[in-house]
């Protein structure tokens, strides 16, 4: 007897059907629907597995079973011993005991190669899992289980990060955790003073009793701060590039495009900022406890 199994997932369901063929004759089908959250190889085990179960309960009315699948890795799970996936576990130990009287293998087919019993089995669980309604497999996959827990502590990071009342210079350009994880920055000695507006600038070095006055020498007379330096101060204006004429939003879970490809370029700026105006900021007269932040 030929069994032809697939399992499949789509934007909305998520199906695995099993049809039996004796003497060119579909004498019995069966489908399963699954938890939307289940993955095409928990699908494809699903199926399988129904196959296992049907053997199961003909008995011996039939010596041999030649089971048809076009997933490898489906296969290939059930022959490792050292898989741990339950249900490649199960259909191995079935499938076991029922070979000390059954005939019973397992063949590879691809996928959408035109044969009649697979092209029957692919089409089934796309169009029986949307009428379905019971869920016969809902278990969590590891790699949704693993990117639940990440989103789930990232939210939580980026609510600490939010709500605290510190970093509040930092939050000016990286405003919650969504905006920093897309971003591949790595802390250098300029870059975290500037994120950090802990270096050597007027309204730092004013907080920390070095400068008689914060405000900054360019005809503006602002608070020379961080920010200032990069994206107002007219005495740098020939290097700043156009990009931080702007600011990432102060709110909102998802980082705009544009930011996540500008984000390296105000590190470009950065040097000639302390190179250019070395009578307004000179690194030499920042406290060692401020030249190294961690």
């Not at 049907?54 to 290939?76: C, E, F, M, P, R």
């Not at 970093?167 to 003073?193: D, E, G, M, N, Y």
């Not at 701060?225 to 290097?239: Q, V």
Request: hydrophobic residues 35%; positive net charge; aromatic residues 8%.
């Amino acid at each position: 007897m030929i069994i032809f199994t697939d399992g499949s997932k789509t934007e909305n369901h998520v199906g695995s059907r099993m049809i039996a063929v004796k003497d060119s004759k579909e004498i019995h089908i069966n489908t399963q629907r699954l938890s939307i959250t289940c993955t095409v190889f928990q699908a494809e085990l699903c199926g399988i597995s129904m196959v296992v179960d049907w053997i199961q309960s003909q008995g011996k009315k039939t010596s041999s079973y030649a089971i048809n699948v076009d997933s490898k890795a489906a296969i290939l799970a059930i022959a490792n011993k050292h898989t741990a996936h339950p249900l490649a576990v199960a259909i191995r130990m079935k499938t076991t005991e029922l070979r000390i009287s059954t005939s019973i293998t397992f063949h590879w087919g691809k996928g959408h190669a035109r044969l009649k019993g697979n092209e029957r089995a692919d089409y089934l669980p796309k169009t029986a899992a949307s009428y379905n309604t019971a869920i016969a497999y809902d278990a969590i996959p590891i790699i949704r289980g693993k990117q639940t827990l990440e989103d789930y502590y990232t939210r939580i990071w980026n609510a600490i990060y939010v709500n605290s009342a510190n970093a509040s210079h930092t939050k000016l350009f990286i405003p919650t955790i969504f905006h920093r994880l897309p971003l591949s920055l790595w802390p250098s000695f300029l870059l975290t003073q500037f994120l950090t507006n802990h270096g050597s600038f007027c309204s730092y070095l004013h907080k920390i009793n070095k400068k008689p006055s914060p405000v900054c020498n360019c005809p503006k007379k602002a608070i020379q701060t961080a920010r200032h330096l990069m994206i107002e101060c007219s005495l740098f204006s020939k290097d700043r590039p156009a990009v931080l004429n702007f600011l990432p939003p102060t709110s909102g879970p998802e980082v705009p495009h544009k930011y996540r490809q500008h984000h390296k370029l105000p590190q470009k700026c950065l040097p000639n900022i302390f190179k250019k105006n070395p009578k307004e900021i000179k690194l030499c007269n920042i406290p060692k406890r401020t030249q190294v932040l961690t």
